[in-house]
């Protein structure tokens, strides 16, 4: 069992910036994958990116590359993901999430957190 708990959302203007957090508890956490996992009004959840819980390899999708950074500290057990350039299509509730792999489809991951919402100001 993985818990997670997500704090830092808000309202922010586009072309700025906001960090979010994880906390991650439970056993064997470098047997999993932590990812961020966003949901828009009316889409379906997708797949923002990963980090690997033991050696920090990360991926992003594709609209997010070059803007946002996934980073973990293991002291700590929290991920974080930094959200530069922000644009109003970023909007959307953003999860935290664990999973044996780090695959696109957010049904493959076991655990997530209650999420905690983003809203970018055009």
């Known amino acids: 069992q993985v818990q997670l708990v997500e704090s830092g959302g808000g309202l922010v203007q586009a072309g700025g910036f906001l960090r979010i957090s994880c906390a991650v508890s439970?056993?064997?956490?470098?047997?999993?994958?932590m990812a961020w996992i966003r949901q828009a009004p009316g889409k379906e959840r997708e797949l923002v990116g990963w980090i690997g819980w033991t050696y920090g390899d990360t991926y992003y999708t594709d609209s997010v590359k070059g803007r946002f950074t996934i980073s973990r500290d293991t002291s700590y057990n929290t991920v974080y993901l930094q959200m530069n350039s922000l644009k109003p299509e970023d909007t959307a509730l953003y999860y935290c999430?664990?999973?044996?792999?780090?695959?696109?489809?957010?049904?493959?991951?076991?655990?997530y957190g209650q999420g905690t919402q983003v809203t970018v100001s055009s």
């Open positions: 999430a664990a999973g044996r792999a780090g695959v696109a489809s957010p049904n493959a991951y076991n655990f």
């Open positions: 439970g056993r064997d956490l470098n047997h999993y994958v």
